[in-house]
């Protein structure tokens, strides 16, 4: 399933600072991509820079980007090393053999803190490619949050055959 953001404000904008001269609180969805945004700063591959955030609750559970497994050399230091797979409609996909997406990133976080995700939703810079969806459906994120659309048509069969919501917000002021 398919979602746009509300066609009105996108962050959920509390209302507070709506009085003259107050400044406007952040809603939760604007609070948690900017978050996502701000991590994918940390991201190493050259191709992108993608930050992740799991949330329940309102609550940050675990964060990622992607880049190379720890200690491990990083794209931006030797370079991205490229593979390329054909997908049933003909489309040649390219991905970073060095780097790990952001959204498992978040979720080994996660499980090595011991952090349970189950029922969590997640804030993605960009949609998902269809092997990180494959992970989130199997670890029970309920709803994917992203900013920039990626490849949603890969995607759009999992997503129905899931019940995952896939819903797009912006982490710009409304």
Not at 13 to 30: F, I, K, N, T, V
Not at 75 to 87: A, D, V
Request: hydrophobic residues 35%.
């Amino acid at each position: 399933m398919h979602e746009e953001g509300n066609s009105g404000c996108c962050c959920g904008a509390s209302g507070a600072g709506d009085q003259p001269g107050q400044e406007r609180r952040l809603g939760w969805h604007e609070y948690f991509m900017s978050v996502a945004h701000l991590i994918s700063r940390r991201a190493t591959c050259t191709r992108g820079h993608i930050g992740a955030v799991i949330v329940r609750d309102n609550n940050i559970l675990s964060t990622g980007y992607n880049g190379a497994p720890s200690g491990l050399p990083h794209c931006n230091e030797i370079n991205c090393k490229i593979y390329r797979s054909t997908h049933p409609d003909g489309t040649v996909e390219e991905n970073c053999v060095n780097a790990i997406h952001a959204e498992i990133n978040a979720i080994a976080q996660a499980a090595k803190h011991g952090v349970s995700i189950k029922d969590a939703d997640i804030y993605i810079t960009a949609s998902p490619c269809i092997h990180c969806l494959k992970v989130l459906i199997n670890v029970g994120i309920k709803t994917i949050y992203y900013d920039k659309p990626y490849k949603i048509e890969h995607i759009a069969e999992l997503l129905r055959l899931s019940g995952i919501r896939l819903v797009q917000v912006s982490a710009e002021s409304c």
